[in-house]
Each structure stands twice: as C-alpha cells, then as structure tokens.
C-alpha cells in the first residue's frame, strides 16, 4: 500500500529508492548486502546529479529581475509596441529614440542579438 502511494507521489527516483531499501533488508550474504548499498549510492548520486543540473540551468539563465534582463524587457515592450500597436494594427506613433538613449537601445539590442555568438567565438577560440 505505501509502495503504491508513494510511486504516486515521488516517481521513478522513490520507486527506486524503495526497491534498493527492500534488497537491502532482503539480503541475506555479503554480496547481496553490498550489492544493495551500492544501488542506494548510485540512486543518492543520480539524485544529486540531477539537483546540480538543475541548479546550473537556473545559473545559466539567471533571474528575471537581474538588469540585463530588465533591459531586455524594456527593449521587447518598445519594439512591440512600434511594431504590433503602431505598425499592425495603426493604432498610433511612437516617438523614436533619440540621443544617449538610442545608442544605448542599441547596445541593449546587440547584447541580446549578439552575446551567443561571442560566447560560441569565444569558447572555440578557448579550445
């Protein structure tokens, strides 16, 4: 019964552990005993590699509140703006962006646009 509830709630990782915790009380020799401390270390290894996994997506990604991020914000919502409210639906004008503001729209864009090129430039020049 708890087998049954617990593959419900935990998945193949619980399944897992259960099965590695029942060869373990069901081992009678050394060789099943070992045997079965070795599943349960390699399902706590899986584990943590898929907890170090994650958390390198999150690191790679970042958070949504960093600047560079929040740039990217401004920067979609304004090229929205001009092209699905002004342009597609002629619904109004938007004033253009002038002065320091411009150029750093475009520094804005061109990070977004350009940064994984220069990371892939950059990682086979590493090599």
Do not use: C
């Amino acid at each position: 019964m708890w087998s049954a509830i617990l593959s419900f709630l935990g998945g193949p990782i619980v399944n897992a552990a259960i099965r590695a915790y029942t060869a373990k009380l069901q081992a009678g020799t050394t060789s099943e005993t070992i045997a079965a401390e070795l599943a349960a270390r390699e399902l706590d290894v899986q584990r943590r590699e898929a907890e170090v996994s994650s958390e390198y997506k999150r690191a790679l990604i970042g958070r949504w509140y960093e600047p560079t991020n929040l740039f990217g914000y401004i920067m979609v919502i304004y090229f929205g703006k001009i092209i699905v409210w002004d342009k597609v639906l002629s619904l109004g004008v938007t004033d253009s962006i002038t002065g320091h503001g411009a150029e750093w729209a475009g520094w804005v864009m061109l990070f977004y646009v350009g940064k994984r090129g220069f990371e892939n430039v950059a990682r086979i020049i590493r090599k």
